[in-house]
């Protein structure tokens, strides 16, 4: 299992910005598909937002729009722009390379 690390979470008001960022030992960020997903107390994880090695972006519907993922080759960093934030959006957020690990998470809360 390898080991993430999420930064940037916070308090914001409804309507405000917030960017998270994803790193991991080496390159691995680069050379895998990375995802971000959250997870609300009483309620299901959800997948966010996906990256694949290639660049290949989706995203979950309720965040379409309002979301951005990205890579940085160079900082070997995966990083999840959220704008328009919304209270429901409040929640624990992870990142994770499929079959390899993910992070502690990061909480957003996003209040009204």
């Known amino acids: 299992q390898v080991q993430l690390v999420e930064s940037g979470g916070g308090l914001v008001q409804a309507g405000q910005s917030l960017r998270l960022s994803c790193a991991a030992p080496?390159?691995?960020?680069?050379?895998?598909?990375v995802d971000w997903y959250r997870q609300a107390p009483g309620a299901q994880r959800e997948l966010v937002a996906r990256i694949t090695v290639g660049g290949v972006t989706n995203y979950a519907d309720s965040v379409k729009g309002r979301f951005t993922i990205s890579r940085d080759r160079f900082k070997n960093t995966v990083d999840l722009q959220m704008n328009s934030l919304k209270p429901e959006d409040t929640a624990v957020y992870y990142c994770?390379?499929?079959?390899?690990?993910r992070g502690q998470g990061t909480q957003v809360t996003v209040s009204s």
């Open positions: 994770a390379v499929p079959l390899l690990g």
């Open positions: 080496g390159s691995i960020l680069n050379s895998n598909i």
